[in-house]
């Protein structure tokens, strides 16, 4: 995409706000991306919104968007409103991008806002519940159907490759150091793999500091064309290698994962390769996920994984830094915003913006981005590839 640009990003610290709603949020993270991009609010020409469970959680459906910009400056433009499951900010990102590169705005917002965090623990559930096909699968009353099968497809992995539950405690510790370097990450406290092991069962082999929290949050990207970039003298903008958008197949058994065909498709159109990626930010709803995502992503052969647990590939200095915001486990998982969000931070540590957890001279990075099930696969999944 050479005619568009990232040129401003920011986003709330996710976490448990019951006192703030989605129009807060939205306020909020939409404030912060157009000061970083020198924009004001009368060049935004559209915008498109991302959410996924506001209708359980809030009662919310059909106009998200226009509710939650209603009193904010920028009503009366064009507002998209997109649902797919937890990749829904990733989509969002993807059908912007596609607009300004065929020339139909010359300067949208991205915007991924998410209140996930209810008194009602069921009720949260039941949301979550829905990101798959209903007529097949049933909430539990206290459990996620999602970590049942993030355990089902971990316990597979553990018995053919052989990995053991202090590979999953591994990533969650890594992911937890990364996020106490991140002022916008819901859990910032460092724990041990001792700490992590002996936590709460949540479904075997995972315990509770292995799956993601439960919270609310936004995130906001600016993008534009290149008129728009030069004319505001963007020193720091990024630019889209690929984006590519993937559903699950009904024939996963004879072929490539949503993953997998939707990754192949971006290192194709990036004209790049597993190895060119300097860092990566991926849907690790559970540390077994990321594990898995090593291989799918290729930055390991199958089974190989765990080697780069082993090395400490992973973690911030390592060949391949993932997750250096602190992942879905540490930073947060607010459904809608967690594409965006991921995005936010591959743009900072592009722009040499991250702080503390700065990936040196990284050039290149990618985004992994899922939501729901349909049967083995992923419903839907974003993968992103960004350059400096």
Known sequence: MKRVSI???????????????LRNLTRLSVELALKDADVEKNEIEAIFFANSMAGFITGQECIRGQVSFWDSGLSGIPIYNIENACASGSTAFNLASMAVELGQYNAVLVVGTEKLYHEERKKTLLALAAATDVEKTQAEQNNSVFMESYAKKAKKYMDLYGAKPIHLAKIASKNRFHASLNPLAQYRDRLS????????????PLTRFMCSPIGDGSAAIVLSNRSVSNRKKVKKAVSIA??????????????????????????????????????????????????LLYESLGFAKQGEGIRLIENSDTTLGGMIPVNTSGGLVSKGNPSGATGV?????????????????????????????SGGRIGEDSAAVGIHIFKM
């Open 193 to 204: 793999i001792e700490d992590i092991l002996a936590s709460p069962k949540v479904v075997d």
């Open 7 to 21: 040129i401003g990003v920011g986003m709330t610290r996710f976490g448990r706000y019951p006192e703030l709603t």
């Open 242 to 291: 690929a984006s590519v958008i993937q559903s699950g197949s009904a024939n996963l058994g004879s072929g490539n994962s949503a993953v997998e065909k939707a990754v192949q498709k971006a290192y194709a159109v990036a004209g790049l390769d597993p190895s060119d990626v300097d860092l990566a930010e991926v849907h690790d709803a559970t540390s077994p996920a990321e594990l």
């Open 341 to 369: 969000a991921q995005i936010c931070e591959i743009v900072w540590q592009l722009r040499g913006d991250a702080g503390e957890r700065q990936v040196q001279n990284a050039k290149v990075g990618l985004t992994h981005n």
